[in-house]
């Protein structure tokens, strides 16, 4: 019902930036929030930021400073500046929305993931 698409991971060094960007497209009502959340090699799924309808933004400690989330409602799309990249941020980002299909019907939806690798 909600497709997302992700682009924007790679290679970088450390201290390096990437964008990540997310199109959400289908049979959107409205959107409550869209956001990231990452999976570092052999741990669990993680936030990283989140953005809400009313332009709340909610980030992991660790990411603080460094990342920067923001959203183009026109386009439904949601981007993750990721500034000053660590090593310790190779993952791969997930992209969430969190939509009304309907009226009365929301659910998440997850992107296919992108691999983020911070290496020298």
């Known amino acids: 019902q909600v497709q997302l698409v992700e682009s924007g991971g790679g290679l970088v060094q450390p201290g390096g930036s990437l964008r990540l960007s997310c199109a959400a497209s289908?049979?959107?009502?409205?959107?409550?929030?869209m956001g990231w959340y990452r999976q570092p090699p052999g741990k669990q799924r993680e936030l990283v930021a989140t953005?809400?309808?009313?332009?709340?933004?909610n980030y992991a400690d660790s990411v603080k400073g460094r990342f920067s989330i923001s959203r183009d409602n026109a386009k439904n799309t949601v981007y993750l500046q990721m500034n000053s990249l660590k090593p310790e941020d190779t993952a791969v980002y997930y992209c969430?929305?969190?939509?009304?299909?309907?009226?009365?019907?929301?659910?998440?939806?997850w992107g296919q993931g992108t691999q983020v690798t911070v290496s020298s």
């Open positions: 953005l809400n309808s009313g332009g709340g933004r």
């Open positions: 289908g049979s959107i009502f409205s959107i409550v929030s």
């Open positions: 969430n929305c969190r939509a009304y299909v309907s009226v009365s019907y929301w659910d998440d939806y």
